[in-house]
Each structure stands twice: as structure tokens, then as C-alpha cells.
């Protein structure tokens, strides 16, 4: 079935390392993704987004890479700090609809 | 600052008494959203307003209903709240039904 999945659903990272988020996506008619971070209790706060048209964008201290002939996307995360300690998700619209699918979550810690 | 604000933080209800949660927004976005989220979860989707139409996800239940009686705010009811819709409920915008959603901060329902 069409999905939005992520590869692993926790991550540990020491303080200072750099973090790697991955999500897999299945319909090729995705076209627009953002990662959402998830503190505990709280809403989901946009971090970065991008569209098909790109293969990489970068943000301060957050990168996303596209691949889109694997429909692949990673969320990269420079030196973490314990403060990046929560929930990534990321979300994909299809240019066939209006919804946004989320996929499941992975949660991250950081180690200080 | 432009926001998402969402009222009560914390909602207590009994199984079966009616409970209302409301979002207001001022970023003065066309859509808001309505998901539910529970625990370790990705947001689903119930519904959403653009401008003043209303368009529910297939598999809503009956007893989730909406409002939005002006641009700035939205109601969420639940008519008769079961155990099973204690959950995070989490308010979007966006300025449109592909564009990047801003969430609010939720409220947590408990049903006893």
C-alpha cells in the first residue's frame, strides 16, 4: 500500500555528533515534504521543508536531502544538542491530492 | 507573534459528555486541520475547513464535528466521547491545502 514510513523508530546520538533522520515514501506522486519536531506534550514545530524540484536544502544547523528515484528523504542534523531530544516525523502532499500523509516517527536522544 | 492557540491545554470529560475544543489562529491562514494523535503516534487527519468549506476524511466518526464560524477560529465537538478518543488533539493552519501546516499546541483529552 502507499505509505510513509521511517527506517528506524528510535535513535540515540551522543552530544555533538551529527544525527541522521531517514523516511521512505512510496507514490511517485509526492511532490512536496516537510520534517515536523515533536517535544513531548507539545505540537509538532516545522523544522525545514522541500520540494520535488530540489535534492537538498539546508537550514541552520538541519539539512534535507531528496532522492527521488529511491523516494528517499533524510532529515541531517548538525552537532546535536540535547534540546533536539523528540519526535521527527515527516509528512508528504502528492500534487493527486490536498492531504498530507505523516509517517510514523522516530524518536531521537541525545546523549549528553 | 502570529500563532495557533488552542483551548483548554488539558481537557477532562466524562464517557459520553459532549466536550468542545477550540483553536483560533492568527496568522489569518485559510485552512485549518483538526487531528487526532495518540500516544507514539503520527497526527491523523479528521478534517478541515477551507475558507468556509468543510471536507471530513472518509473514516471520521460520526461523533467528531466541526465549526468554524469566522477565519480566526474552529471548533472540534465530540458528541458522545468514548474511552477510546482520549488523545492529543492537535489544530493546524495553513495558507492553503498544499502548503506548509502550523500546528498549535494541542490539547490532551482524558475520558473517564
Known amino acids: 500500500g502507499e505509505s510513509v514510513g521511517l527506517h528506524l523508530p528510535t535513535l540515540s546520538v551522543q552530544e555533538g555528533d551529527n544525527s541522521i533522520i531517514n523516511c521512505a515514501y512510496s507514490?511517485?506522486?509526492?511532490?512536496?515534504f516537510i520534517w515536523y519536531k515533536q517535544e513531548s506534550g507539545k505540537g509538532p514545530q516545522f523544522i525545514i521543508d522541500?520540494?520535488?524540484?530540489?535534492d537538498k536544502r539546508q537550514g541552520q544547523r538541519v539539512t534535507v536531502l531528496l532522492n527521488k528515484t529511491v523516494k528517499h528523504l533524510s532529515l541531517q542534523i548538525a552537532a546535536t544538542q540535547p534540546g533536539d531530544s523528540a519526535v521527527y516525523f515527516c509528512a508528504e502532499t502528492r500534487y493527486t491530492g490536498n492531504q498530507f500523509y505523516f509517517g510514523t516517527g522516530t524518536s531521537l536522544t541525545v546523549i549528553p | 507573534d502570529a500563532m495557533v492557540i488552542q483551548n483548554p491545554r488539558y481537557q477532562v470529560t466524562q464517557f459520553g459528555k459532549p466536550v468542545t475544543l477550540s483553536c483560533s489562529q492568527t496568522l489569518n491562514h485559510n485552512v485549518m486541520y483538526w487531528y487526532q494523535q495518540k500516544s507514539s503516534q503520527a497526527p491523523k487527519l479528521l478534517f478541515h475547513y477551507y475558507d468556509k468549506d468543510f471536507n471530513n476524511e472518509a473514516d471520521t466518526p460520526d461523533n467528531f464535528q466541526s465549526r468554524r464560524p469566522n477565519t480566526s477560529f474552529c471548533f472540534l465537538d465530540i458528541r458522545s466521547p468514548g474511552l477510546g478518543d482520549a488523545a492529543m488533539y492537535l489544530c493546524?493552519?495553513?495558507?492553503?491545502?498544499?502548503?506548509?501546516?502550523?500546528f498549535g499546541p494541542g490539547t490532551r483529552l482524558l475520558v473517564l
Open positions: 493546524a493552519t495553513s495558507t492553503g491545502p498544499r502548503e506548509t501546516q502550523y
Open positions: 507514490n511517485s506522486a509526492s511532490d512536496y
Open positions: 522541500i520540494r520535488s524540484n530540489m
